[in-house]
Nanobody, 121 residues
Framework: QLQAFGGGLVQAGGSLRLSCAAS????????LGWFRQGPGKEREFVAV????????YNADSAKGRFTISRDKAKNTVYLQMNSLKPEDTAVYYC????????????????WGQGTQVTVSS
């Protein structure tokens, strides 16, 4: 019910904007997060935005480079990624949680399929 898209191949230093939209369900009352899983790595937290859109929190690896935002009219959450590095290469997932503002994967109720981001050096 969550679908992430916008991934692709980009050179180091470049930018991408990921989007995640929900079908058949509104996500406007959910806190929304982005996670990623690099090759051979565990899935890790990237960023989260509150259901109001007023509060965000980024992982240290994303601070100063990534911005999470949401558009309630479009039932969509975004992840703007700038100054990309090869270590940002991963499958990126969006997820929704209803009752906590969390960076913990286990708290999330709904997950989208991932979108591949590859950053070349």
């Amino acid at each position: 019910q969550l679908q992430a898209f916008g991934g692709g191949l980009v050179q180091a230093g470049g930018s991408l904007r990921l989007s995640c939209a929900a079908s058949r369900r509104t996500i406007n009352n959910y806190n929304l997060g982005w996670f990623r899983q690099g090759p051979g790595k565990e899935r890790e937290f990237v960023a989260v935005i509150s259901w109001t859109g007023s509060t965000t929190y980024n992982a240290d690896s994303a601070k100063g480079r990534f911005t999470i935002s949401r558009d309630k009219a479009k039932n969509t959450v975004y992840l703007q990624m700038n100054s990309l590095k090869p270590e940002d290469t991963a499958v990126y997932y969006c997820a929704a949680v209803s009752n906590v503002f969390s960076s913990l994967e286990s708290d999330y109720d709904y997950w989208g399929q991932g979108t591949q981001v590859t950053v070349s050096s």
